[in-house]
């Protein structure tokens, strides 16, 4: 199995640029995250779906940040207009069906953000 | 609300000595837990996670975790240590509910000097 694919690894934008992070979750499982780590903050849970509706994302920063899953393959985190302060690294997770709760998460590799 | 607490940001140990790195929880209910680990400019990997049944649960790389409900604990041991341990660790905590997410500590900085 493939993992979990996010593209691109690394991204160098300027303030004020849209940028759209990218994952694809394992096949077969029903439950996507999105996470931003940062020094100062950690890892932050920042939306999740389960099969492909959003289902929390209290955790989305501003309405600058926006998330899609189209489809049980694919998912985009949106920024637009990006600035410096959301520069980190993000990650995606999915998880496959099973006992709610107690499901492993699998992570990408994470996109490196960094916004001049 | 749940949370969960990782007292120690960094914790440093000799290699062949046992390291333990601490977690503790706050979540209602009956709480999973999980131990995840993640090496430099890589993402989240699982270590190990406890459900139920025995507090003693065994995971990758010759870790382990004890359950302890009285004190709310799910501190991750190994009883010697590899200099390719050192990573940073998180613990996370779920309710045990319908809902998917976990919430993960802070993270503690583990360095193991040869």
């Known amino acids: 199995d493939a993992g979990v694919i996010q593209s691109p690894r690394h991204e160098v934008t300027e303030m004020g640029q849209e940028v759209t992070l990218r994952c694809k979750p394992i096949?077969?499982?029903?439950?996507l995250f999105w996470y931003r780590q940062t020094m100062m903050r950690g890892l932050e849970l920042l939306i999740y779906?389960?099969?492909?509706?959003?289902?929390?994302d209290s955790g989305m920063p501003e309405d600058r940040f926006s998330a899609k899953m189209p489809n049980a393959s694919f998912s985009t985190l949106k920024i637009q207009p990006s600035e410096p302060r959301d520069s980190a690294v993000y990650f995606c997770?999915?998880?496959?069906?099973?006992?709610?709760?107690?499901?492993?998460?699998?992570f990408g590799p994470g996109t490196r953000l960094t916004v001049l | 609300a749940q949370s969960v607490a990782q007292p120690e940001d960094q914790v440093n140990v000799a290699e062949g000595n046992p390291l333990t790195v601490k977690c503790t929880y706050s979540?209602?209910?009956?709480?999973?837990l999980f131990w995840y680990v993640q090496y430099p400019n890589r993402g989240l990997q699982f270590l190990l996670k406890?459900?139920?049944?025995?507090?003693l649960v065994k995971g990758s790389y010759g870790f382990e975790a004890e359950f302890n409900k009285s004190q709310t604990s799910f501190h991750l041991k190994k009883p010697s240590a590899l200099v390719s341990d050192s990573a940073l660790y998180f613990c996370?905590?779920?309710?045990?509910?319908?809902?998917?997410?976990?919430?993960f500590g802070s993270g503690t900085r583990l360095s193991i000097r040869p």
């Open positions: 997770a999915s998880t496959s069906p099973g006992l709610a709760g107690a499901d492993t998460q699998y």
């Open positions: 096949s077969g499982h029903n439950s």
């Open positions: 779906f389960n099969n492909n509706v959003p289902i929390d």
């Open positions: 979540v209602s209910g009956n709480p999973y």
């Open positions: 406890y459900i139920t049944g025995d507090n």
């Open positions: 996370a905590v779920s309710p045990g509910s319908s809902a998917s997410k976990i919430i």
